[in-house]
């Protein structure tokens, strides 16, 4: 059966999906997107994604032209068209077509794709023995330049601290604010645990106001442990109990060292194991029915 694609109301073939080469969003890098997960035939917090993907919509003046209730439903059904279980759904909003020249009023009409796929998940293993980052030199994005909150289509910014782990053979690396504190990771937002609390750096720091982020601080209050919102050095990460990272594709996953230097006891500790069993039952306790 052939893969069935989202395109600007219709369900196309994978094939027949094509955009435009005067399309903004590759021209200039001009839309917004979400990456939302399907846990045994439901969507995980379908409703937060799409309100963020709003968000960062209207943060760069997009009209996406349709209402939250159809941009659900569209969802939906591309899951569905697509027998989609256990997947990955990549929603895409563009500027839409237009000529040449950064004017967004050259474009009349959006591009809205859904593409519904099986995730590639981690190997479980990385869940048992931990991931080692490194610090990158590339700061993350001013929120006076452009505001990480945006889930825009310029992700460069993620791509150079990206290219500099594949250097270093790292799967994920740090990314600090211009100020040198920490912020997230290229596609992951980053938690440490000291003294039995959690510590993750605000919003307001510059960051993705991730999905999975904000659904382990509901964890966290619901198992009675405190998680404190505040800035810190990248020496807070290295002298921490235990380190995670939180991200729709990864869930939470450990991190055992951190530019050389061993975190904890260099194995994944006791409350990231317990949050990410906590987690996988959320997610696969709750969530909007695919198939009916
Ligand atoms: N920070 C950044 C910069 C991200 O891009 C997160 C944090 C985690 O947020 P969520 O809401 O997922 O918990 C992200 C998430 C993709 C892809 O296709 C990217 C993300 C998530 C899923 C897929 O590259 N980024």
Redesign the pocket.
């Known amino acids: 059966m052939a893969q069935m694609i989202y395109l600007d109301g219709q369900l196309v073939e994978r094939d027949q999906a094509k955009i435009s080469v005067y399309d903004h969003g590759l021209l200039y890098g001009d839309g917004v997107f979400e990456?939302i997960r399907a846990y045994n035939g439901r969507v995980f917090r379908l409703d937060e994604h799409i309100r963020r993907l709003e968000r960062s919509a209207r943060a760069l003046m997009l009209d996406i032209g349709m209402t939250h209730e159809e941009l659900c439903e569209a969802t939906i059904e591309t899951c569905r068209a697509n027998d989609v279980r256990d997947g990955y759904i990549?929603l895409v909003v563009t500027r839409g077509v237009g000529d040449l020249g950064l004017d967004p009023r050259k474009c009349p009409k959006p591009s809205v794709i859904i593409i519904a796929a099986n995730i590639q998940l981690y190997p479980e293993e990385l869940y048992e023995t931990g991931l080692r980052l490194i610090t990158c030199s590339t700061r993350r994005n001013s929120p006076a330049s452009l505001d990480?909150g945006i889930k825009s289509l310029n992700y460069l910014n993620?791509i150079l601290a990206k290219i500099e782990c594949i250097q270093a053979d790292v799967p994920e690396g740090i990314m600090l604010t211009n100020a040198g504190m920490v912020s997230?990771c290229?596609?992951?937002?980053i938690f440490v645990v000291t003294g039995g609390r959690l510590v993750t750096p605000p919003v307001e720091a510059g960051?993705?106001d991730?999905?999975?982020?904000a659904a382990v601080i509901e964890l966290a209050e619901q198992e009675n442990i405190l998680c404190v919102e505040k800035l810190f050095p990248v020496a807070e990460v290295y002298t921490a109990d235990e380190v995670f990272l939180?991200?729709?594709?990864a869930e939470l996953v450990p991190v055992v060292g951190v530019d050389g230097r061993v975190i904890g006891n260099g194995k994944p500790g006791p409350m990231t194991k317990r949050l990410l069993n906590r987690f996988r039952e959320l997610t696969r306790s709750e969530g909007t029915p695919i198939h009916v």
């Open positions: 990456g990549r990480p993620n997230e290229t596609g992951d937002n960051i993705l991730g999905i999975t982020r939180t991200g729709t594709a």
